[in-house]
């Protein structure tokens, strides 16, 4: 009985993702518009003084993505994960979010994501473990906002009950306009 209910919840899920247009990225009005974002990076309005944070830290066992101010906890947001969400990443396609200290390197405007904070991985270290196993580490690690189907939110339930990235770590769009406005880069971020 257990296993019915789970494929009908799934089955009608995929079906209002199709319904609404979810399914196809290239819907008219699924479409991220980049202009707003290029601009605001351009003029260096990205950044809100009065919303700034000091520091990110991602537990991954909860899910969870805590902003500190200080060292005070100023906001706490759910985050999807790396679809193998066990463990530090070690190599391309291991589908981990990678664990450790890092810092954010650069703010991406995407049209597959809205908006993506890069995160400064492959390290040095994670570069060296790699070669001495013969494998590539992998790269393009982000904090990134939903997909181009998922723009208006509708489906951030669906999304954030479930580990889904390749190794990101993914929030909603609404949370993204938080972090985009709270971070500078070389903000620090540590995953655990």
């Not at 079906?15 to 479409?31: A, H, M, S, W």
């Not at 992998?138 to 990134?144: E, K, L, N, Q």
């Not at 723009?151 to 306009?177: E, P």
Request: proline share 5%; hydrophobic share 35%; net charge positive.
């Amino acid at each position: 009985m257990y296993i019915y209910q789970k494929t009908i919840l799934f089955i009608g899920t995929v079906l209002l993702f199709f319904i609404t247009g979810c399914g196809d990225p290239e819907v008219k009005g699924n479409r991220y518009s980049l202009n707003e974002c290029r601009e605001e990076l351009l003029q260096a309005e990205d950044f809100s003084e009065g919303g700034s944070i000091d520091r990110i830290v991602v537990v991954k066992k909860e899910r969870k993505m805590y902003l500190y101010k200080g060292n005070k906890v100023s906001s706490i947001i759910p985050v999807s994960l790396g679809k193998n969400p066990i463990g530090h990443k070690v190599q391309k396609g291991d589908n981990r979010t990678p664990e450790g200290e890092f810092w954010i390197h650069r703010k991406l405007c995407s049209p597959k994501y809205y908006r993506s904070l890069c995160i400064s991985y492959p390290r040095p270290q994670d570069k060296a473990k790699a070669a001495a196993r013969g494998v590539n580490p992998g790269g393009d690690i982000t904090i990134h906002a939903q997909p181009a189907w998922n723009a208006s939110g509708k489906g951030d339930s669906y999304t954030l009950s479930r580990n889904w990235t390749q190794g990101c770590v993914a929030v909603t769009n609404s949370a993204m306009k938080e972090l985009w406005y709270a971070v500078r880069e070389g903000v620090p971020v540590t995953i655990r």
